[in-house]
């Protein structure tokens, strides 16, 4: 089974399996979180060990200083969670176009976090929030006990900081089990429709993404023997139209040791971008990482990009 998804690619186009252009550099600061979600790809937790040093930040920030106009996507654990979260988007905001933050919300209620979202709105961060429905349930059930009220107050709190007006506020949708997401346009209008009718809460745009078969969800799905089977649907659905905008085509992945990677699912199945010696790429070696042309490495999970209406960090590929 491994190189049929490359193969796949490549028959629709030689130039699919291969990196095009840098738009966006997501770092994955370390697996920390104050969460032990079910469908947690990364299988952070509070005794997440994996934390990035500021030498790494530091090296992270020489970088953007030289190559300004990219995406910053940061992203963990729980990111606030890394001490060196706040020097490091502090350093970076000057240069880049864009930062987006992916919070769990809840990180705002934890002691000695209780300054993120006024911070978060002075600098006008782009926040990416997880909510994996908009009913009690099924988000407790995912994310554990009580996240779901959480998740709501922390909204509410970022509303009122001009989230969901004058600063981006995007919620996360990923299914509560083993099958594909449902269309994101009408995903968007129920929760939009449900969180402001409910709750009063206002949000910029939903973006629905797959659960990769990666880390605790993996886990998961092997445990109640449905890893065969979820591994068929992803396949069973590739979706052509999806191929051309496969996120690593336009993303690199650094985590937190500074190794680079296609992205944060091959993060966490250690398949680092490769010299042609072998050898992983680091943070030094970003400008090759990035040529256009470099091959893209990949695997069976890769179907996750691709099932349905396609998947990536900012929602669907092929939403319409
Ligand atoms: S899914 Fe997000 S919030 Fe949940 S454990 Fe993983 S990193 Fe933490
Ligand atoms: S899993 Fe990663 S490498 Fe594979 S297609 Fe998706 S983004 Fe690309």
């Given at each position: 089974m491994t190189g049929r998804f490359k193969s796949q690619l490549k028959e629709i186009n030689e130039s699919f399996i291969?990196?095009?252009?840098?738009?966006t550099l997501q770092i994955n600061v370390g697996d920390l979180c104050n969460q032990t979600c079910t469908h947690c790809h990364v299988t952070a937790g509070p005794n997440g060990k994996k934390i990035m040093s500021k030498k790494i930040f530091d090296k992270i920030i020489e970088y953007i200083k030289e190559n300004p106009a990219i995406t910053v996507d940061i992203t963990g654990g729980a990111p606030e969670m890394n001490p060196h979260f706040k020097y490091f988007v502090g350093s970076i905001l000057p240069?880049?176009?864009?930062?987006?933050v992916r919070t769990n919300l809840t990180i705002i209620f934890e002691k000695g976090y209780e300054w993120l979202p006024d911070w978060y709105g002075k600098n006008k961060i782009v926040l990416v929030a997880s909510l994996p429905c908009y009913t009690e349930d099924n988000v407790n059930r995912q994310r554990g006990k009580g996240v779901f009220n959480k998740s709501i107050e922390a909204l509410k709190i970022?509303?009122?900081?001009?989230?969901?007006?004058s600063i981006e506020l995007n919620i996360v949708y990923n299914p509560g089990g083993a099958f594909l997401p449902g269309d994101q346009t009408s995903l968007e209008e129920d929760y939009r429709h449900k969180l402001f009718s409910q709750f009063g809460i206002l949000f910029n745009y939903l973006?629905?993404?797959t659960n990769a078969p990666i880390g605790r969800f993996e886990e998961q799905l092997k445990r109640s023997g449905e890893h065969s089977k979820y591994m068929k649907l992803l396949m069973d659905n590739f979706n052509p139209n999806t191929a051309e905008s496969i996120m690593c085509r336009s993303t690199i992945s650094v985590n937190h040791e500074?190794?680079?990677?296609?992205?944060?699912?091959n993060q966490m199945k250690n398949m680092p971008i490769l010299k042609r010696s072998k050898v992983p790429l680091t943070i030094s070696d970003i400008q090759k990482a990035s040529e256009k042309g470099y091959p893209i490495v990949m695997a069976d999970?890769?179907?996750v990009c691709t099932a349905g209406a396609g998947s990536c960090c900012t929602g669907a590929l092929d939403a319409g």
């Amino acid at each position: 089974m491994t190189g049929r998804f490359k193969s796949q690619l490549k028959e629709i186009n030689e130039s699919f399996i291969n990196f095009d252009r840098l738009s966006t550099l997501q770092i994955n600061v370390g697996d920390l979180c104050n969460q032990t979600c079910t469908h947690c790809h990364v299988t952070a937790g509070p005794n997440g060990k994996k934390i990035m040093s500021k030498k790494i930040f530091d090296k992270i920030i020489e970088y953007i200083k030289e190559n300004p106009a990219i995406t910053v996507d940061i992203t963990g654990g729980a990111p606030e969670m890394n001490p060196h979260f706040k020097y490091f988007v502090g350093s970076i905001l000057p240069y880049v176009s864009r930062i987006m933050v992916r919070t769990n919300l809840t990180i705002i209620f934890e002691k000695g976090y209780e300054w993120l979202p006024d911070w978060y709105g002075k600098n006008k961060i782009v926040l990416v929030a997880s909510l994996p429905c908009y009913t009690e349930d099924n988000v407790n059930r995912q994310r554990g006990k009580g996240v779901f009220n959480k998740s709501i107050e922390a909204l509410k709190i970022l509303n009122k900081k001009g989230y969901g007006r004058s600063i981006e506020l995007n919620i996360v949708y990923n299914p509560g089990g083993a099958f594909l997401p449902g269309d994101q346009t009408s995903l968007e209008e129920d929760y939009r429709h449900k969180l402001f009718s409910q709750f009063g809460i206002l949000f910029n745009y939903l973006f629905t993404i797959t659960n990769a078969p990666i880390g605790r969800f993996e886990e998961q799905l092997k445990r109640s023997g449905e890893h065969s089977k979820y591994m068929k649907l992803l396949m069973d659905n590739f979706n052509p139209n999806t191929a051309e905008s496969i996120m690593c085509r336009s993303t690199i992945s650094v985590n937190h040791e500074g190794t680079l990677f296609n992205c944060d699912f091959n993060q966490m199945k250690n398949m680092p971008i490769l010299k042609r010696s072998k050898v992983p790429l680091t943070i030094s070696d970003i400008q090759k990482a990035s040529e256009k042309g470099y091959p893209i490495v990949m695997a069976d999970h890769c179907y996750v990009c691709t099932a349905g209406a396609g998947s990536c960090c900012t929602g669907a590929l092929d939403a319409g």
